[in-house]
């Protein structure tokens, strides 16, 4: 490329390239995208305002053997989704975009109906479509400050008076963070440059007979799309080279800012220039009118933050979109059908604003911002971890002691170990599309917690306690489940309005009218917060209080834990002494500890919960007191097999805003019969009279050196008919297992059908639940079968 100075100051420019596509590698995110281009296809008719659409489809150029498993690995998470997506080959490429070089493609993954759209005309469009159906729109009315009524209302004060509103959205953009401080938030988004580069007409490209498809050279880091007669560019740089405006984030956005762009720097983005020019050439010869360099804004993981905010109430947010084109359209629709019914259309906890809290201090965005900048096309792995930024300052009172034995994973902030090394293992984070170095030592961990004891750190739990005259009642309104009883534990599930599952809950009644809530590391202030909502809306006399950060939990688990705990205490630990899912305040080692007896691996095993200065102290003492009893630790991979044999559903896998619990196999749970009107209660009552037309089935996968994780497309007779949502391999089987939802026709035991992995169909047969049963179970068949003989 050459006259890199030459600028055309009469050219229009945004910062948005305007790049609209169907794709995205999570799961109900495809909604988002569909519901965007489904909406902008239909624009103009509706608002009469031209809104610049093209769709010649893009591809996702594969040219190393790993992209190509990576498109696999995303076509088999597509197929059972609205969205069409292909594979395909080198020559269909070359027909799309007939200006590559293709020395270094391999394959690509082609979408039909992506392409662009102009920026400024869909925006004009959108704020028409607005008025016409009754919006007003103040322009130069800059928000001052937001005041709450005691009625949960808001006093949105402007320049030019002050709104009463019902609900405050915040969807302020780089000001996000300014409006979250008015009412004591500090939102983790910053603004990142961007660039990107805009040629001349180029002589190839104005000859051709069709406008090119979009390419997104994934090894090169960019994307690429024609503009009018010439071509338009946008890098992603690496981590080191990448610009923050962190200033803003200190000090604010510079008064008056608005369509202003940032000084532009080639050599930053050159390597990716040089690459983009070794796979379209043409661009070789082909002139710079603009670089474009503009702030987007980034949340720590890229994803936005969507929806209701813990903490206040009717303060919705709508911020942090480093992709706004695309998602703008789709979550319009998402929020307003949320905030009319009372409940998100479908799941997106990803994009939950409170998956976020205190821990997400500036270092820590700013370090989790530029790693997902420059990591914007790096390969995406199933499992993957990022380190930037951690540890944070969730730390659990035995991260010391572990965090150099085993493999971290990141949950809400805290460091949970994935699983531990011993000597002679392969060590280290070294993602794959198959079986990787933690398959051997997980079996391990598996055999040690099934025949010995093991210790996993828990301390990710979210946990609550729900205390007050009205504690009861509250619970009762807000769960399936009957509440248990004084000293005893159960599980529960919170469902929405129209009855699919918002959470599933561990309570336990501590003492008359004060409970202990326990809910997964993701759904800590998101469960939280629907608590709080119901509290407000029905003037419930409680006090709840978070104390996650303050207890920390160890689970022990194994036919030799009770032993280990024997030693260390005075208390009865006996069958008979301490029962499954009872609950006793315990001194152990000498610490105060409330045990649990309970085991998400579905053996024999407590959950200790301890102050987090005391943790420690109570790890080393049960290492130490079952070093005879074969005692050692074991992580969440482990646990997650183990679950999965026991035929364990799992909240966000088995159940969520997608799924309700009747067709989730949660029948056990949901006690339709209990006299309090909980939530959800009338439209379950429906469902059932109708009668299901899918169920939760448990299957055998029958693979080589790669297992189901969840998401996967299952087939029968070449037809999509259902999806997998979790999958592990059964050690003590030697099998793979999954969960899947199939059509009721299909959901027999003995029924075969295909599970798609790496673009490869297995054999899968649909076979009795659980694979492996309790061990509560297995000691009732026990003593039962003691009594007959």
């Known amino acids: 490329m050459h006259n890199m100075n030459q600028y055309c100051s009469e050219y229009p420019f945004f910062i948005s390239a305007g790049l609209t596509t169907y794709y995205h590698p999570g799961i109900n995110l495809k909604k988002i995208h569909h519901d965007s281009i489904k909406l902008y296809e239909t624009l103009e008719a509706e608002t009469g305002q031209a809104v610049g659409l093209h769709q010649p489809g893009s591809i996702r150029i594969a040219s190393t053997p790993i992209r190509v498993d990576e498109m696999k690995y995303q076509m088999t998470r597509t197929h059972w989704h609205v969205t069409e997506q292909y594979l395909m080959g080198p020559e269909k490429i070359q027909e799309l975009f007939p ?81 979250g401080k008015m009412i004591g938030f500090e939102h983790p988004t910053i603004p990142v440059h961007h660039q990107y580069i805009v040629t001349a007409t180029i002589p190839e490209v104005k000859a051709l007979k069709k406008e090119l498809a979009v390419i997104r050279d994934l090894e090169g880091s960019y994307y690429l799309r024609q503009e009018r007669d010439g071509l338009l560019f946008g890098p992603y740089e690496k981590m080191e080279k990448m610009v923050l405006q962190d200033s803003w984030v200190r000090d604010g956005v510079p008064p008056g800012f608005g369509k202003e762009l940032f000084e532009s720097d080639l050599d930053r983005i050159m390597e990716h220039v040089e690459k983009a020019m070794e796979m379209v050439p043409v661009l070789k ?81 700013c370090a989790k911002a530029r790693e997902s900048y420059g990591f914007n096309n790096v390969v995406g792995y199933p499992k993957e971890e990022r380190f930037a930024g951690r540890p944070t300052c969730r730390t659990s009172g035995v991260y010391e002691l572990l965090k150099d034995k085993g493999s971290m994973g990141f949950h809400a902030g805290w460091e949970q170990p994935h699983w531990f090394y011993k000597p002679g293992d392969d060590i280290g984070y070294k993602p794959s599309f198959q079986r990787t170095n933690w398959f051997g030592p997980v079996g391990r961990e598996c055999k040690l917690v099934m025949e010995k004891v093991g210790v996993i750190d828990l301390t990710p739990f979210g946990k609550f306690i729900v205390k007050g005259k009205d504690s009861h009642k509250l619970l009762d309104r807000l769960f399936a489940n009957t509440m248990p009883k004084v000293g005893m534990t159960n599980i529960s599930h919170m469902l929405t309005p129209s009855g699919k599952v918002y959470a599933e809950v561990t309570i336990t009644q501590l003492a008359p009218g004060r409970f202990l809530l326990i809910t997964g590391s993701g759904s800590e202030l998101h469960d939280l917060r629907w608590i709080e909502t119901e509290v407000a809306q029905g003037g419930y006399d409680v006090d709840i209080t978070n104390v996650t950060e303050d207890i920390g939990v160890l689970g022990i688990a194994g036919p030799n834990s009770r032993k280990v705990l024997q030693k260390l205490t005075n208390e009865d630990m006996s069958e008979a002494g301490f029962k499954f899912l009872h609950c006793k305040s315990i001194q152990l080692a000498g610490k105060p500890v409330r045990a649990i007896r309970i085991s998400y691996t579905g053996e024999l095993g407590w959950e200790l919960y301890t102050d987090q200065k005391d943790l420690a102290a109570v790890y080393l003492a049960m290492m130490e007191a079952g070093k005879d009893e074969g005692i050692d630790n074991f992580g969440t991979y482990a646990m997650a097999s183990l679950r999965l044999e026991k035929g364990f559903r799992g909240w966000g896998a088995e159940m969520n805003c997608d799924t309700n619990p009747l067709e989730a196999g949660l029948d056990y749970f949901i006690k339709l019969n209990k006299s309090a009107d909980f939530i959800g209660k009338a439209a379950l009552r429906e469902i059932k009279a109708k009668g299901l037309k899918r169920k939760l089935s448990y299957i055998a996968v029958n693979t080589d050196d790669i297992d189901p994780e969840g998401n996967e497309t299952v087939w029968h007779n070449g037809k999509v008919v259902g999806n997998t949502t979790s999958g592990a391999y059964s050690y003590s089987s030697q099998q793979s297992l999954a969960f899947a939802y199939l059509p009721l026709e299909l959901s027999t035991l003995g029924q075969k059908v295909e599970v798609e992995l790496l673009g490869k169909k297995y054999p899968a047969n649909v076979i009795q639940e659980p694979l492996i049963h309790t061990e509560p179970t297995r000691t009732r068949l026990q003593k039962k079968a003691q009594s007959k003989a």
């Open 99 to 179: 200006l590559l070089n293709m020395d270094k493609v391999l394959a690509g993954l082609y979408t039909p109906g992506d392409g662009h759209i102009d920026p400024y005309s869909l925006t004009m469009a959108l704020a028409a479509g607005a008025r016409m159906y009754g919006a007003q729109i103040y322009n130069n009315a800059p928000v001052t400050s937001l005041k709450p009524t005691s009625d949960g209302k808001w006093d949105v004060q402007t320049s030019h008076g002050t709104i009463r509103a019902n609900r405050i959205v915040n969807t302020a953009g780089f000001w996000a963070r300014e409006v």
């Open 285 to 365: 010869k082909a002139d710079i009118i603009n670089i474009v360099s503009g702030p987007i804004t980034y949340t720590p993981d890229l994803l936005p933050m969507v929806g209701p905010h813990c903490g206040v109430r009717n303060y919705w947010t709508a911020i942090g979109f480093g992709y706004g084109i695309i998602h703008a359209g789709g979550i319009g629709k998402f929020l307003s059908e949320w905030i009319t019914n009372g409940e998100p259309p479908y799941d997106l906890i990803e994009c939950d604003p409170n998956r976020y809290g205190k821990w997400t201090d500036v270092p820590f965005i």
